[in-house]
């Protein structure tokens, strides 16, 4: 059974960082990509960061230069270490895995999820 579970989040106050895990198990992940994304409440899931494991890496524009996703060589454990935060950051962020060559910012093109984790930041 394949699974992805997240771990790390909480709340922070605006200015703070965070450092999200996703653990996944089940299968090989070698020919898959991670990626982060987070939903707000009453909105949609948007893409944050993604990590192939060749180590090349893609972000939402709201979170270059604060944010950074990582992934271990060998391993299937993606993190997303998140500094400068602000409110908006707010959000429930999910973990998800898809087959390299799939549509990096479509959540549809994602294979499997995680349950995600939430973080909240007070202003």
């Known amino acids: 059974q394949v699974q992805l579970v997240e771990s790390g989040g909480g709340l922070v106050q605006a200015g703070g960082s965070l450092r999200l895990s996703c653990a996944a198990s089940g299968r090989a992940f070698g020919s898959y990509f991670m990626s982060w994304f987070r939903q707000a409440p009453g909105k949609e899931r948007q893409f944050v960061a993604a990590?192939?494991?060749?180590?090349?890496?893609d972000y939402a524009d709201s979170v270059k230069g604060r944010f950074t996703i990582s992934r271990k060589y060998g391993e299937s454990t993606a993190y997303l270490q998140m500094n400068k935060l602000t409110p908006e950051d707010t959000a429930v962020y999910y973990c998800a895995a898809a087959r390299v060559g799939s549509e990096v910012r479509v959540t549809g093109a994602y294979e499997y999820w995680g349950q995600g984790t939430q973080v909240t930041v007070s202003s």
């Open positions: 990590v192939w494991s060749s180590g090349g890496t």
